[in-house]
């Protein structure tokens, strides 16, 4: 019988995570470095700065970069110091993303463009730079975070449907192209997320409305995708490419 390790341990692997200064990123980041990995914070707010200490509570080290995804120079620099502080990346998981909401016939050029920029650009160069990295070493997990919406449609989220469906045709695309080197790349797709900004924008009347929907009745937690994404980055899901993991609670079968 072969080995297969279904531990989920990613002692000594580096880990660069996008949108990490809270949410669904600090949560995978403090689940990753539990379970052994060293990260990279990436994020456009100066405060994911102070998670370090707190990243680093389990003996694992740490470093942050502060910048934009949806600018090349500034992903180059987020690859590149990530590679100074630690030699390699063996993990990405592009998770920073946007949400603004408006009906089709309303919603704003500028709206829809940062839509794309964020959601599906960052996530692209970030998986080109870090890539080539990958394809270098023969080996490499990329996890990208979608959502249920880029599976079915939700009211108002025309330029977030349609960003997280290209994502997902991306995370296909990357899945196939890079099997030969060893790349395993997949996707996320979570319902209503109780972070702090999900907390607020699916309050009261709207979100019990939502829940009633979901056969589950309820939301998620930030640590139910972590565990998502810690099963996806190690050794146990070697096997594992171009599949979209779906976490909504029964959302997205009916």
């Known amino acids: ?35 052994g990995a060293h990260t990279s914070l990436v994020d456009l707010d100066p405060e994911v700065e102070k998670l370090v200490p707190e990243v680093t509570q389990w003996g694992t080290q740490s470093v942050t970069v502060i ?30 993303g946007v949400a603004y909401l408006d009906e089709a016939e309303n919603l704003s050029e500028e709206y829809w463009d940062k839509t794309m920029a964020v959601n599906l650009k960052g996530p692209f160069l970030l998986s080109q730079a870090v890539g080539k990295v990958m394809i270098q070493k023969k080996r490499g997990k990329i996890i990208n975070i979608s959502s249920q919406a880029g599976i079915i ?41 109780l972070t702090e900004l999900g907390k607020k924008a699916w309050a009261g009347e709207v979100g019990e409305a939502m829940k009633q929907k979901i056969p589950l ?13 810690l099963y996806l980055a190690s050794s146990a899901s070697d096997l594992v490419t171009g599949t979209i993991l779906v976490i909504d609670g029964g959302y997205t079968i009916q």
């Not at 600018?71 to 030699?87: I, P, S, Y």
């Not at 995370?171 to 790349?185: D, H, N, R, S, Y």
Request: hydrophobic residues 50%; aromatic residues 6%; glycine residues 8%.
């Open 1 to 35: 019988m072969n080995e297969v390790d279904l531990s989920c341990n990613l002692r000594e692997k580096v880990a660069l995570i996008t949108g990490a200064a809270r949410g669904i990123g600090k949560a995978i980041a403090f689940l990753f470095a539990q379970n």
């Open 67 to 96: 910048g934009d995804v949806t600018k090349k120079e500034d992903v180059e620099r987020m690859v590149g110091e990530t590679l100074k502080a630690f030699g390699t990346i063996d993990i990405l998981v592009n998770n920073a």
């Open 153 to 193: 449609a939700l009211d108002r989220h025309v330029a977030y449907c349609t960003s997280k469906a290209g994502l997902i045709g991306m995370t296909k695309v990357l899945a196939l192209e890079w099997a030969e080197f060893g790349i395993q790349v997949n996707a996320i797709a979570p319902t209503v997320i």
């Open 217 to 229: 009745r309820r939301f998620g937690y930030p640590e139910e995708v972590a565990a998502a994404a």
